[in-house]
């Protein structure tokens, strides 16, 4: 009961979809039942010039073959305007419903956090945004308009069948009901293949995905035969899927096939059975052939549908599943907007552990850092220094205590306006394809190209930026691939002076650089940190060294803290990591 009230509610929300398409929905359904009332008088018109023009005078007969034939044009011309109507604009409002779906699924992945993707792959978040949402439009478009034609040429069809011969028609319309049962039985085999299909079609697009991003990894260590011997694997899976689909579907066409000829065979021979014992004229036999066309082709469109509609309706219950997934990160009804915070953080008996994961990252951490203050954070590997980071733009929220930032609890403060007031400079630094203007105007889209230059001179990026062939309308590459990892750093660095927080975290930003590289880099890190709330996670002593407050992460918290000096003197937890190397 409660499943069958569940089934209806989701076809209301699909319908809903048409809403904005009203206009087009119902002239679609116009043409649509136009198209096939021309297909049904057609054959009526064939019927009366075989029982009518006969026992007409000559002339007489050839004024109305001549007009009939007129009629029929004007009715072929109505049928191509109907065709090209709901061929044209019956797809256009699929595709348009097909760009709201995709704005809504695309607008709520960016709500979702970080908590989310750490357990999604990217094919097949990709897949319900692209053939999931072609198979609903295909499913919201021909569904109406084929339901309509179907049952308008089958009953239309049966009813004039009916007054030709109504013992003719009673024997064709059995084999069709055994055609329908026949073909119902397949389609419900069918449905569990195409969504076995869906998932291996995502596993793939996942793994291409996956291989591509890291194409240099994969040949640095000269993998390419792994890679693609991984793919080979994924891609048996998906023709397995395939096969058990494709089995099913040859059965259903094969069967079709055979009911539709089976049909034409039992109104044919049943037909001469009354031709010949004088029941029937020839006029009907022909009419009641020319009708049989008419009688299996909506069966065929409608059993078509049924197995568009397990395709369309899956991928509306992948759509679904993925939009009833509430972000867990969001603004409480009560959020404070905050225009410039001053960068006063305070992290009170701070406990986290990941959603599948019981063990605590951190546990009851207290820390108060005041505006303007420079803070490090060293630490072993696991020991909480990324997460307590990304607990202060509430990637994650915290599974304890709380923290505040202007002696506001974050989670009061609008999301929005918290994230615009951090900026995050981190090792692996994305950049999207397009210009190098482009992706430093990233930190602040209203912002002039003047305003973009000078992020770009303080961040010491400028001068190689200058030696670029087209400067800062050169494109860069997917993900940057044309830069140095010293060259991505200063426009990561360059994004964050233009978009001028008051608070920074620096997440390992020079680690991966080379001497010379850290120097210039540091250089600009140590410029934008000037007067603002800074956090530094670091791998290297030379980034710290300078910090007036260096904080030592265990799994149990906050081991020690002072500067470099102070630490070294006390000859624990920090010692030890700078004569292991740092």
């Given at each position: 009961?409660?499943k069958?009230k569940?089934?209806?509610?989701?076809?209301?929300l699909?319908?809903?979809?048409y809403?904005?398409y009203?206009?087009?929905?119902f002239?679609d359904l116009?043409?649509?039942?136009?198209?096939?009332?021309?297909?049904?008088?057609?054959?009526?018109?064939?019927r009366y010039?075989?029982?009518?023009i006969?026992?007409?005078?000559v002339?007489?007969a050839?004024k109305?073959i001549?007009?009939?034939?007129?009629?029929?044009?004007?009715?072929?011309?109505?049928?191509?305007?109907?065709?090209y109507?709901i061929?044209?604009?019956?797809?256009?409002m699929?595709?348009?419903?097909e760009?709201d779906m995709?704005n809504?699924?695309?607008s709520h992945?960016?709500?979702?956090s970080f908590a989310?993707y750490?357990?999604?792959?990217?094919g097949?978040?990709?897949s319900?945004i692209?053939?999931?949402?072609f198979?609903?439009?295909?499913?919201l478009?021909?569904?109406?308009?084929d339901?309509?034609?179907s049952?308008?040429?089958?009953?239309?069809?049966?009813?004039?069948?009916?007054n030709v011969n109504?013992?003719?028609?009673l024997?064709?319309?059995?084999?069709v009901?055994?055609m329908?049962i026949?073909?119902?039985?397949?389609n419900?085999k069918m449905?569990?293949?195409?969504k076995?299909?869906r998932v291996r079609?995502g596993?793939?697009n996942?793994q291409i995905?996956d291989s591509l991003?890291g194409?240099?990894?994969?040949?640095?260590?000269?993998?390419?035969?792994?890679?693609i011997?991984k793919f080979?694997?994924?891609?048996?899976?998906?023709?397995?899927?395939k096969?058990v689909?494709y089995?099913?579907?040859?059965g259903?066409?094969a069967?079709?096939?055979?009911f539709?000829?089976?049909?034409t065979?039992?109104?044919l021979?049943?037909g001469s059975?009354?031709?010949?014992g004088?029941?029937i004229?020839?006029?009907?036999l022909?009419?009641f052939l020319?009708?049989?066309?008419?009688?299996?082709?909506?069966?065929t469109?409608?059993?078509?549908f049924?197995?568009q509609?397990?395709?369309?309706?899956?991928?509306?219950?992948?759509?679904l599943e993925?939009?009833?997934?509430?972000?867990d990160?969001?603004?409480?009804?009560d959020a404070?907007p905050l225009?410039?915070?001053k960068?006063?953080?305070?992290f009170?008996d701070?406990?986290?552990?990941?959603e599948?994961?019981?063990e605590?990252v951190?546990?009851?951490v207290?820390?108060?850092v005041k505006?303007?203050?420079?803070?490090?954070?060293?630490?072993s590997?696991?020991a909480g220094?990324?997460?307590l980071?990304?607990l202060?733009?509430?990637?994650?929220d915290?599974?304890?205590?709380a923290?505040?930032?202007?002696?506001?609890?974050i989670?009061n403060?609008?999301?929005?306006?918290?994230?615009?007031n951090?900026?995050?400079?981190q090792?692996?630094?994305?950049?999207f394809?397009g210009t190098v203007?482009?992706?430093?105007?990233y930190?602040?889209?209203?912002a002039s190209?003047?305003?973009?230059?000078r992020?770009a001179k303080?961040?010491n990026a400028?001068?190689?930026?200058?030696?670029?062939?087209n400067n800062?309308?050169?494109?860069i590459?997917?993900?940057g691939?044309?830069?140095?990892g010293?060259?991505?750093q200063r426009?990561?660095i360059?994004?964050?002076?233009?978009?001028?927080?008051?608070i920074?975290?620096?997440?390992e930003?020079?680690?991966?650089?080379?001497?010379?590289?850290?120097?210039?880099?540091?250089?600009?890190?140590?410029?934008l940190?000037?007067?603002?709330t800074t956090?530094?996670?670091?791998?290297r002593?030379?980034?710290?060294?300078?910090a007036?407050?260096?904080?030592?992460?265990t799994?149990?918290?906050?081991a020690?803290?002072?500067?470099?000096?102070?630490?070294?003197e006390?000859n624990?937890?920090?010692?030890?990591?700078?004569?292991?190397?740092?």
């Open positions: 009961m409660n069958g569940g089934k209806d509610h989701k076809l209301k699909l319908a809903a979809y809403k904005p009203k206009g087009l929905f002239a116009f043409f649509a039942i136009l198209g096939a009332a021309v297909t049904l008088v057609i054959p009526l018109l064939v010039i075989m029982t009518s006969g026992d007409m005078p002339a007489q050839q109305t001549l007009y009939i034939g007129l009629g029929m044009l004007v009715l072929i011309l109505v049928q191509l305007g109907s065709r109507f061929t044209y604009y019956g797809h256009m699929g595709a348009y419903i760009h995709r809504e699924i695309f992945y960016q709500k979702l989310f750490d357990n999604q792959k990217v097949h978040l990709l319900r692209t053939s999931d949402l198979d609903i439009s295909e499913l478009h021909h569904g109406p308009e339901i309509i034609i049952v308008i040429k089958l009953f239309g069809a049966l009813i004039i069948l009916m109504w013992k003719m028609a024997l064709c319309f059995l084999v009901l055994v329908l026949y073909a119902l039985i397949y419900r449905k569990t293949a195409f076995e299909n079609i596993d793939i996942s995905e991003a194409i240099r990894v994969v040949k640095s260590f000269g993998n390419e035969k792994r890679e011997e080979k694997k994924g891609n048996e899976r998906f023709v397995e899927a096969s689909s089995r099913y579907m040859a259903y066409h069967g079709m096939d055979a539709t000829t089976l049909i065979v039992v109104a021979v049943s059975m009354f031709l010949a004088g029941s004229l020839a006029a009907d022909v009419t020319l009708y049989i066309n008419n009688f299996t082709e909506p069966v469109k409608l059993v078509n049924t197995e509609f397990q395709n369309g309706y899956s991928g509306y219950d992948r759509f993925m939009m009833s997934i509430a972000p990160i969001e603004d409480t009804p404070q225009e410039h915070a960068g006063d953080i305070r009170e701070v406990s986290f552990h990941y599948d994961h019981k605590s951190l546990s009851h207290n820390l108060e505006p303007g203050e420079y803070v490090a954070l060293v630490g590997s696991g220094k990324t997460t980071c990304s202060i733009p509430r990637f994650y915290v599974s304890g205590g923290i505040y930032l202007d002696g506001k609890d989670r403060i609008r999301l929005k306006d918290l994230r615009n951090i900026g995050i400079v090792q692996d630094v994305y950049l394809a203007l482009d992706n430093i105007r930190g602040r889209p209203d190209d003047e305003e973009v230059i992020a303080a961040a400028h001068d190689f930026i200058m030696e670029m062939d800062y309308y050169t494109d590459g997917q993900r691939v044309k830069l140095s010293g060259q991505k426009l990561s360059a994004r964050a002076f233009l978009k001028n927080p008051p920074l975290i620096f997440d930003a020079t680690s991966a650089l080379d001497n010379e590289s850290e120097k210039v880099v540091q250089d600009s890190l140590e410029r940190a000037k007067d603002r956090f530094v996670i670091a791998h002593l030379s980034t710290i060294r300078n007036r407050r260096i904080l030592v992460l799994e149990d918290g906050i020690e803290e002072g500067t470099h000096k102070e630490l070294m006390k624990g937890v920090y010692a030890k990591l700078c004569r292991a190397g740092l």
